[in-house]
């Protein structure tokens, strides 16, 4: 699968991968508690801030920010549509600041890392019977599908603008949905080899 990950070292790249994680969970979890959108714009140019101070680490997910940010303006387009000014600016906003704390971790942490942490932290669950390994593997899964969907469609998308001069839009989906499903039946029988079902 490919990976967001950036090889350009930041200060970020220095942080353990549980140091991340951890906050960037309390900080998207403070983002759903703040209301007024005076406040979720401090919070909008602190994650500003936090994207420059990466730099050409960001290059390789550049264009993905760009599509939230499209998304971010056409969920506040149809709020304002639906009269709801404030709701408009809160969703955004909301949007917006929660991608970018997700991809400067996606950016900076290697995949692996990530892995080890969320399989320590699962651990405990042993001690209520459940299995943590499971647990911890499907979070991984998620992870890296969630970052393989947006590694495939700047692909596709890179190849339909090398063809024919245009970003692919729409015309993508068909395409991308075809091979996150082979990705996701191949990492199905990978695991079911293992496993021994």
């Known amino acids: 699968m490919g990976s967001l990950y950036s090889e350009h070292l930041t200060w970020l790249h220095r942080w353990g991968a549980g140091r ?5 969970a309390i900080l998207g979890s403070l983002l759903f508690l703040l209301r007024a959108p005076w406040m979720l714009g401090l919070a909008g140019l602190g994650c500003a801030l936090l994207w420059a101070s990466l730099g050409r680490a960001t ?34 906003l909301r949007l917006a600041c929660a991608s970018t704390l997700g991809v400067a971790l996606t950016v900076s942490t290697r995949p692996t890392d990530l892995l080890l942490v969320l399989d ?3 651990a405990p669950l042993a001690r209520l ?18 970052e393989h ?35 996701a039946r191949r990492v199905a029988d990978a695991l079911y080899a293992r496993l021994g079902g």
């Open 20 to 24: 991340k994680l951890a906050c960037m």
């Open 59 to 92: 290059r390789v997910a550049r264009r993905l920010m760009v599509s939230v940010l499209v998304a971010a303006g056409l969920v506040a387009v149809f709020h304002l549509w639906m009269g709801r000014s404030d709701v408009a600016a809160v969703s955004a």
């Open 120 to 122: 320590a932290w699962m």
């Open 129 to 146: 019977g459940l299995r943590p390994e499971r647990w911890s593997l499907q979070m991984a899964l998620m992870l890296r599908f969630t």
């Open 149 to 183: 969907f947006f590694v495939q469609w700047r692909r596709l998308d890179e190849a339909h603008r090398l063809r024919t001069g245009r970003p692919g839009g729409l015309r993508l989906i068909a395409p991308l949905s075809v091979q996150m499903l082979q990705a």
